[in-house]
């Protein structure tokens, strides 16, 4: 990892991965520099590795919209204390992540919010890249406002990048979670295919903003739906799929995909697996 003392809008250049640009305010890298370790730098290009893997597609950083327009950025940032969110200062193509994330003990794990909250916002600007509105990241009452795919992204992807340690507290953190028990009950069942499928008919669909279909419960109907014809390309049984997105919605924010919401999605996009 390559660091430097570039400086730019109050933040210091402190490492340079293949992907990724790390910035810190001088003087919580003056104090925590120790933590700025090979464990914690190389994480964050080898969830992104397996998250491009996973899902299919891989971001285009642009200058303006990041600080160099070769790396993403992701920024320690003072503003995003007890957090983390999409996008930094110098654009949209980043993570902001709490200065504290990177040393703090959660779950046992030192650092475990460093590994969770850059994985988790790094899955949010991809799937943003590809269209804005998903259910999982704008507020759907459907949700109750959750995360459940990026949380379930958390789970996996820690795991497939050898943090098992990472990947077994977030199963815990989130064993009660209806949304990431049935996302990771898809993954689990069919493998990342079907969410590769997903956003691969969003752009081919020309879909770039969800909140075009209405929600409760168009916008989920689809999502449903076309999850379902991803399934059965791979030609496994997705007879229950709507129940389970039904059962989940249910204990979630007790509404459900109503049955003509769900035949408006069929009409709107005729199986696109075929």
């Not at 949209?92 to 650092?111: E, M, Q, R, T």
């Amino acid at each position: 990892m390559k660091s430097g003392g570039t400086s730019a809008n109050g933040f210091r250049l402190v490492g340079t991965t293949h992907f990724w640009n790390v910035w810190s305010t001088p003087a919580f890298y003056s104090q925590h520099a120790a933590d700025f370790d090979a464990p914690r730098m190389s994480w964050v290009d080898a969830s992104y590795r397996q998250l491009v893997d996973d899902l299919g597609f891989q971001l285009a950083p642009q200058r303006g919209r990041c600080h160099d327009g070769e790396h993403l950025d992701v920024v320690l940032d003072p503003a995003a204390q007890g957090g983390a969110h999409t996008g930094t200062t110098f654009g949209p193509d980043g993570v902001s992540v709490s200065p504290d994330a990177l040393y703090n003990i959660g779950s046992g794990i030192a650092g475990f919010w460093w590994f969770v909250l850059t994985m988790h916002e790094t899955v949010n600007v991809m799937t943003g890249s590809v269209a804005q509105g998903w259910v999982w990241a704008d507020g759907s009452p459907m949700w109750a406002g959750q995360s459940p795919f990026p949380n379930m992204c958390d789970v996996v992807v820690a795991g497939e990048t050898g943090r098992g340690d990472v990947s077994s507290a977030q199963v815990q953190r989130m064993s009660s979670d209806p949304g990431v028990g049935l996302f990771l009950w898809i993954q689990r069942t069919y493998g990342w295919a079907p969410y590769e499928r997903l956003f691969r008919w969003t752009r081919l669909q020309s879909i770039t903003d969800w909140h075009r279909y209405r929600e409760p419960s168009l916008r989920t109907a689809i999502l449903a739906w076309f999850l379902t014809c991803a399934s059965r390309e791979l030609g496994q049984s997705s007879l229950l799929l709507l129940d389970r997105f039904n059962s989940a919605l249910q204990r979630i924010s007790g509404l459900r995909i109503s049955a003509s919401d769900y035949s408006q999605a069929q009409a709107l996009f005729p199986d696109p697996s075929r």
